[in-house]
Nanobody, 122 residues
Framework: QVQLVESGGGLVQAGESLRLSCAAS????????MAWYRQAPGKQREWVAG???????NCADSVKGRFTISRDSAKTTVYLQMNRLKPEDTAVYYC????????????????WGQGTQVTVSS
């Protein structure tokens, strides 16, 4: 089994910061990439930021310069530092990971966390 558990969400005012965490646990052989997505009420889920196994990062234009994705040295926990938050950042934030559970698996699969709510008041 693989679990992704997000934490760090909450209610903040515009201009403040939050740091989200996502810890991957369970039977994991290798992680190809991890990413953050978000889904606002009535909208489709959208990609926010991602980090590859080599450590390359990228983020959506809407958050560039405000959000930063990083990970721990074990490469199983990914963080999303969110600065200068805006009301339009309000959403449920989901973590996902593309990984292989064992060396015998010939292909990787994508797993999702349950999400953490971020609410930014104006």
């Amino acid at each position: 089994q693989v679990q992704l558990v997000e934490s760090g969400g909450g209610l903040v005012q515009a201009g403040e910061s939050l740091r989200l965490s996502c810890a991957a646990s369970g039977t994991i052989f290798s992680i190809n990439a991890m990413a953050w997505y978000r889904q606002a009420p009535g909208k489709q889920r959208e990609w926010v930021a991602g980090i590859t196994s080599e450590g390359s990062t990228n983020c959506a234009d809407s958050v560039k310069g405000r959000f930063t994705i990083s990970r721990d040295s074990a490469k199983t926990t990914v963080y999303l530092q969110m600065n200068r938050l805006k009301p339009e950042d309000t959403a449920v934030y989901y973590c996902n990971s593309n990984l292989r559970r064992s060396a015998s698996e010939s292909y990787s699969k994508t797993y999702w966390g349950q999400g953490t709510q971020v609410t930014v008041s104006s």
